[in-house]
């Protein structure tokens, strides 16, 4: 809590929504004053999700709350979780990339405290930069603490309150959704006793196809739903929501 989440989001959005349909959604255990800050200070349409007192939420609850938010015209939706460096590391929400925000004032030694939340995430940004001259934070150690537990991770230094640094954000984020395929339909079938994901791509005219699920062994039992295409550096992969298993799952996908 307090390392400005909900002050960068507002700055982000406002940065951005002249130029992509933006959704905003809050995870909080009680109230909604950061959904409401957000809303007011972007003029966006945002949510608030209370996760009955639990410490995180996970890709079920995301489901969930996207089916009632509602996302059919929308290019971007931003999920801000639960404000603790622990919890919210061990539960995957099926987001297309995750982004950690930590303050100067926490200090440059959390990498070596909290290893999982600085592995998993994508980009690291390290806000209140301005009040860098009032705290002992070295920013070169804790790079290099980062890199060290993630390689991958992108560390950008800014300060929500003065905008400084969120242009190199901005544009990290926009040629990330340049990447992305533009995709009209994830569909599911049952072909030779396989469950079949498949969706299409437009930008190349084609057909892209899941992986069958070869680990059931009575796939016409299972029944597979629509969710969501990610891209990962790796590539991209499908998140169905398996109604048998009542969860989401994560598919390579091939050619």
Not at 64 to 82: P, Q
Not at 126 to 144: E, G, S
Not at 173 to 200: M, R
Request: proline share 3%.
């Amino acid at each position: 809590p307090g390392s400005g989440k909900t002050t960068m989001l507002s700055r982000l959005i406002n940065m951005l929504k002249y130029d992509y349909r933006i959704g905003e959604m809050d995870v909080d255990i009680e109230s909604d004053i950061d959904a409401r800050r957000v809303a007011e200070s972007t003029g966006v349409k945002t949510m608030q999700i209370h996760n009955g007192g639990l410490c995180h939420i996970d890709a079920k609850m995301t489901a969930d709350a996207i089916s009632e938010y509602g996302v059919d015209d929308l290019d971007i939706l931003f999920l801000e979780n639960i404000g603790n460096l622990v919890c919210p590391a061990e539960f995957d929400t099926g987001a297309h990339r995750n982004v950690m925000i930590l303050s100067v004032p926490e200090g440059d030694d959390k990498p070596l405290k909290y290893p999982l939340m600085f592995s998993v995430c994508n980009v690291v940004l390290v806000n209140k930069i301005d009040t860098l001259k009032a705290f002992d934070f070295d920013m070169q150690k804790f790079t290099n603490h980062v890199k060290e537990l993630n390689p991958n991770a992108i560390i950008m230094p800014i300060s929500a309150k003065t905008g400084e640094g969120m242009e190199q954000f901005v544009t990290w984020l926009a040629d990330y959704i340049e990447k992305l395929p533009t995709v009209t339909a994830l569909c599911s079938t049952v072909k030779n006793g396989h469950a079949i994901i498949f969706y299409i791509d437009i930008d190349n005219d084609s057909v892209q196809v899941i992986k069958s699920f070869d680990e059931y062994v009575n796939i016409s039992e299972v029944y597979f739903e629509c969710f969501a295409i990610v891209q990962d550096v790796d590539g991209y992969y499908g998140v169905i929501r398996d109604k048998k298993q009542d969860g989401l799952r994560k598919n390579n996908m091939i050619n």
